[in-house]
């Protein structure tokens, strides 16, 4: 079994959803940079503080800053872990080289037009950081989290100006890691379309 798992895919493609999947069902620890980042930003933070203005635009905050964040989160988990949302650069890909091996690069791939779809009509659990859409996989109660009772809100990165620079970031910063990964010899790309279970079972099946 693949102990050290990196979701690559860009933003929208289900990283989110399929590693928290995962994470229940192997026992591993999922770290979300996007979720540490809002919660340091929410408790107004030294990160936090310094962080929000490049989440507001959908650019990305500096590498130093998110080396050291994972750096110490990583050293602290036990057992396996699953990296949503790091690496997003080579950068931050190299840094991680140097701390433990990735087994598995896990790449959800899903269309632009589907990922605007996707992110725009997202909503978010502030509480949990569970996600919803509005269509294809809606809480119980509207505006109520199923699974902690939490009020849902759209991220300020989910509407659609700053999708489309998100998009823009993650081709030009993130998309080169899947040469990188393929180089390794760790890459497998799944099309990440269909239902949340579907994707699923190809999910368990690359991490075999
Ligand atoms: P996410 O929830 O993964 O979509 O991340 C939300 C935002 O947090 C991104 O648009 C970036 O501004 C920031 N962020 C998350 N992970 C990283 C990372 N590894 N490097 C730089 N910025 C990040």
């Known amino acids: 079994m693949k102990s050290v798992i990196v979701l690559l895919g860009p933003p929208g493609s289900g990283k989110g959803t399929q590693g928290e999947k995962l994470s229940e069902e192997l026992g591993y620890t999922r770290l979300s940079t996007g979720d540490m980042l809002r919660e340091a930003v929410r408790n107004g933070t030294e990160l936090g503080m310094k962080a929000k203005s490049y989440m507001d635009s959908g650019a990305l905050v500096p590498n130093d800053l998110i080396i050291g964040l994972m750096k110490e989160k990583i050293a602290q988990a036990k057992g396996g872990v699953i990296l949503d949302g790091f690496p997003r650069t080579v950068e931050q890909a190299d840094a991680l080289a140097q701390q433990l091996d990735v087994d598995l690069a896990l790449n959800l791939d899903v269309d632009d037009d589907e990922l605007i779809n996707r992110l725009t009509k997202r909503r978010s659990c502030p509480q949990c950081n569970a996600v919803y859409h509005l269509i294809y996989n809606p809480p119980k ?36 890691l899947i040469d990188y990964y393929e180089k390794k010899g760790t890459l497998v790309t799944i099309k990440g379309v269909g239902s949340i279970d579907d994707i699923f079972k190809q999910v368990e099946k690359a991490v075999q």
């Open 141 to 176: 109660a509207e505006g109520v989290c199923d699974k902690c009772g939490g009020a849902l809100y759209q991220r300020d990165d989910d509407k659609e100006e700053t999708v489309m620079n998100r998009l823009k970031v993650y081709r030009e910063n993130t998309m080169p």
